[in-house]
């Protein structure tokens, strides 16, 4: 099991450019979701998803943009990316939406917009 | 809303000696934590977590926490810390619908 994976790792961007990051899990994880990290701010919630075609704002959803249209996949879209943006982003996964249950993140995504 | 408190952004701490990280959450009907670890230019790793039963609650690494729902607290500890323990704490509140709701953080610096 590779578990969650990120790509890419790093990105610079420029103002208004658009990108995706990706994130996928085989651990047949019906929960996904993508969280930004930001300095004395601990991790926001941005979209999560609980099924393939389920998708759902989270805490900071504005410029971010989600889909689900399998299991696997989890892709984050920034639409016209601002500096405000610049941070680490981690997708996460779990088993359950529904009861606690462990999540398990990616290794992040550190991403700089100019 | 629930919410979690980290009460220390920074611990400097000497190597071998005692540890504890401070949290404290929002009270709930039902109160599921976590504590997650990340090392510098890593992801989250979890610490360990309680659902329900024993207060006292072992993880990896060594660390331990105790949840005490009548002071709402959730504190992370370790008898003796090692410079490998050097890395970013985070307490966590599980939410509605499986969502995680973090605390800021705690850098734990362990010199020699």
């Known amino acids: 099991n590779a578990g969650v994976t990120q790509t890419p790792k790093f990105q610079v961007l420029k103002t208004g450019q658009s990108m995706t990051l990706q994130c996928a899990q085989d651990m047949n994880h019906e929960y996904m979701s993508w969280y930004r990290q930001d300095p004395g701010m601990g991790l926001r919630l941005i979209h999560y998803s609980v099924g393939a075609g389920i998708t759902d704002q989270g805490e900071v959803p504005n410029g971010y943009n989600v889909s689900r249209s399998t299991t696997e996949d989890f892709p984050l879209r920034l639409l016209s990316a601002a500096p405000s943006q610049t941070s680490v982003y981690f997708c996460a996964s779990s088993y359950s939406y529904s009861q606690p249950a462990t999540i398990y993140f990616g290794e992040g995504s550190w991403l700089t917009v100019v | 809303a629930q919410s979690v408190t980290q009460l220390d952004s920074q611990v400097p701490v000497f190597e071998e000696a005692p540890v504890e990280l401070r949290c404290n959450y929002s009270s709930s009907v039902s109160v599921y934590l976590f504590w997650y670890v990340q090392y510098p230019n890593q992801g989250l790793q979890l610490l360990l977590k309680y659902l329900s039963g024993s207060t006292l609650v072992k993880g990896i690494n060594g660390f331990e926490a105790e949840f005490n729902k009548s002071q709402t607290s959730f504190h992370l500890r370790k008898p003796s810390v090692h410079i490998s323990d050097t890395a970013e704490y985070f307490c966590?509140?599980?939410?509605?619908?499986?969502?995680?709701?973090f605390g800021q953080g705690t850098e734990l610096s362990v010199k020699p």
């Open positions: 966590a509140v599980w939410g509605q619908g499986g969502k995680l709701i």
